[in-house]
């Protein structure tokens, strides 16, 4: 089956950047996903990518899919203490509608 | 425009019980997921509903069923309750892909 993989914590000091990272196997995707969770609450689209990408930039938001190497990455210009949160990268697999999600990468901004 | 909205809040129930959960998507949105967030457990789908129609089904046992409603609303059923069933329970919209989350109903099983 799918596996959507992530490392589980990242500490950045605010100001730097943020560099969260994503595993997929299956390259059927058509989509993969970037959603942010805050504590206690839903999950809040940040930003997707069509597989046939290979970078997207949303302001501060910088996405870069390596297809070959089903590698995802969410990079955070400028990380404030807002952006402490639980951040999860999904695909849509399979042909699948449903999303598989990754483990969630929890990300602290220390001041 | 207002997004996914979700009730109640929270629920809390004791074994054996039912649960219902509900769910209004996006307006123009015809497709409904669930998503059960556990803790250790992460983020598993669980139904997709699309033109009142359940479209897929993860791997969940019978008692985990729901439906959608002419209007889109959708609704949530859990049988049964056991233990494991406490989770925060999200429900998400799409018109062709992209999902958008709901708040999500925390479910506590005593």
């Known amino acids: 089956g799918e596996d959507v993989e992530q490392s589980l914590f990242l500490s950045v000091r605010e100001g730097d950047s943020s560099v969260i990272n994503c595993t997929y196997t299956d390259s059927s995707s058509t989509y993969l996903y970037w959603y942010k969770q805050e504590p206690g609450a839903g999950l809040q689209l940040l930003t997707y990518i069509f597989s046939n990408m290979d970078m997207k930039q949303d302001q501060r938001l910088t996405v870069l899919l390596n297809k070959k190497d089903k590698h995802l990455s969410l990079r955070i210009a400028d990380t404030q203490t807002g952006d402490s949160a639980i951040y999860f990268c999904a695909e849509s697999g399979n042909g699948a509608n449903n999303l598989f999600f990754g483990t969630g990468t929890r990300l602290t901004v220390i001041p | 425009e207002a997004g996914v909205t979700q009730s109640p809040t929270h629920l809390i129930k004791t074994r054996g019980q039912q649960a219902t959960l509900r769910c209004s998507p996006i307006s123009g949105h015809t497709s409904v997921y669930w998503y059960q967030q556990a803790l250790g457990l992460g983020l598993q789908f669980l139904l997709w509903y699309d033109e009142g129609e359940e479209r897929n089904r993860g791997n969940f046992p019978p008692r985990f069923s729901g439906r959608q409603f002419p209007n889109y609303s959708s609704e949530l059923n859990v049988n049964a309750l056991e233990l494991e069933d406490s989770a925060l329970y999200l429900c998400?919209?799409?018109?062709?892909?992209?999902?958008?989350f709901g708040p999500g109903t925390r479910l506590t099983v005593l």
């Open positions: 998400a919209s799409s018109l062709v892909a992209t999902q958008y």
